[in-house]
């Protein structure tokens, strides 16, 4: 089978979409399909262009699978004015570019105007391919959740969001909450949803000793270390953060808060927290040190906006609940990320936008080494048993597979099946 991947982030981008669709390329061609991946520039989480790669268009061959690159706008902030204007760019890109031949092509969402632009240009042809989306995160919550648009616009969003699912063959979604809203909000039938959750992209490992991999990383042997990893964005809300190290200031300094990563809201944390002492910013780590950084730290932290409880699932849970470390979230009760770290058994909850709980919460658990290590064993048995890339590459293969026939089917008996779609 011939199977295309469209999306915005691709390697070498290490943290958010980017690892799952590069999992999916690599997993799939090793099976023996024919995978090509159609993608933009790597910029993310710096949002910024990596200065590695140059020119307008790049082909190139990425760990076996042929990736096709085209550059587009890159915003130095994430209005939504921007965020369409970037996709809006590479959209653009995609569709006056040949397209590899292809039975299925899948388009990764988050980047909903640039799907919605290669639909109809496919939608277009006499002869198409399957057309399935895979979503990682729900726009039309995302803007709700985080305050970015309100009234009609965020109802523009839905609808749009709502006509290019249900115009897909086949949706993907990584969640089944994000079913329960793709089916009763969006209208999407049921019969075109399919739940297939991320895996942990990281290759399997036992955990390290955490002296050892805090002498890795020059961290003191003593402190109470609480780490953030992953990108600094609007709904991750890690003002919180900057604060519960304020608190920790203010009592003595019991708990060090490091941010690790990258994102667009990283500058505006860095000077909001410019007096704090418990509070350390550390840029994004290659893969061994960023292993290191996950094992050294007391706690791992998953911090959202109080209002954020349907958009997404953090993709840190994946490489958090196999690390050796029990997860501290900040996030609202009966969100998903609360769900999610309920199933795997590997944290605590406290209320999101609350930094003297999360001061409190990181503190017992560092005074309870016992408990906090059956969370994180708890964690690490959860992705073993879940979490496997094995076992998302043959529900993936399923879908693609389901997809395929269905479009087939429907095209064999379609009036004037030969003359149109």
Request: with cysteine; hydrophobic share 40%.
């Amino acid at each position: 089978m011939r199977v295309t991947l469209i999306g915005l982030n691709y390697k070498p981008e290490v943290t958010g979409i980017a690892p799952y669709t590069a999992d999916a390329a690599e997993g799939l061609t090793e099976r023996g399909y024919d995978v090509h991946v159609v993608t933009g520039f790597p910029h993310y989480p710096q949002w910024i262009a990596d200065p590695r790669y140059a020119g307008s268009t790049i082909t190139e061959v990425v760990d076996g699978v042929p990736v096709v690159r085209h550059r587009h706008y890159v915003p130095d902030s994430m209005t939504v004015t921007q965020r369409t204007h970037l996709e809006m760019s590479f959209g653009s890109k995609v569709v006056r570019s040949h397209l590899p031949s292809a039975d299925v092509v899948v388009c990764v969402s988050p980047a909903l105007v640039s799907t919605g632009l290669i639909f109809a240009r496919l939608k277009a042809q006499l002869i198409r391919p399957a057309l399935g989306v895979w979503v990682q995160d729900l726009y039309s919550r995302g803007v709700i959740e985080t305050g970015t648009l309100h009234g009609p616009s965020a109802t523009a969003t839905s609808n749009l969001e709502s006509g290019i699912l249900r115009a897909a063959d086949g949706v993907a979604v990584i969640h089944r909450r994000f079913a329960g809203h793709a089916i009763d909000h969006l209208g999407v039938a049921e019969h075109k949803v399919s739940i297939i959750p991320n895996w942990t992209h990281m290759p399997a490992a036992p955990p390290m000793d955490r002296d050892h991999a805090r002498d890795l990383l020059g961290w003191s042997r003593t402190d109470v270390i609480a780490l953030h990893a992953g990108n600094m964005g609007l709904k991750q809300g890690l003002e919180n953060v900057v604060d519960a190290a304020r608190e920790s200031d203010r009592l003595g300094g019991p708990v060090k808060f490091v941010l690790m990563g990258d994102g667009n809201q990283r500058e505006h944390l860095e000077d909001r927290g410019k007096d704090v002492r418990s509070l350390t910013f550390v840029r994004s780590l290659p893969e061994k040190e960023f292993r290191a950084a996950l094992a050294a730290a007391d706690v791992l932290l998953v911090n959202e906006l109080p209002e954020v409880a349907e958009m997404s699932v953090p993709s840190k849970l994946t490489s958090y609940f196999g690390s050796g470390s029990p997860v501290v979230a900040a996030t609202a009760a009966g969100s998903v990320t609360d769900q999610e770290i309920r199933a795997a058994g590997a944290g605590i909850r406290v209320d999101p936008a609350q930094p003297a709980a999360l001061v409190r919460a990181v503190a017992e658990l560092a005074a309870h080494p016992e408990y906090a290590d059956t969370l994180a064993q708890s964690g690490f048995e959860y992705v073993r048993r879940s979490m496997s890339r094995e076992v998302a590459i043959d529900r993936l293969e399923t879908w693609l597979q389901q997809l395929s026939r269905a479009h087939r089917n429907r095209f064999r008996t379609a009036p004037n099946a030969g003359l149109g779609v």
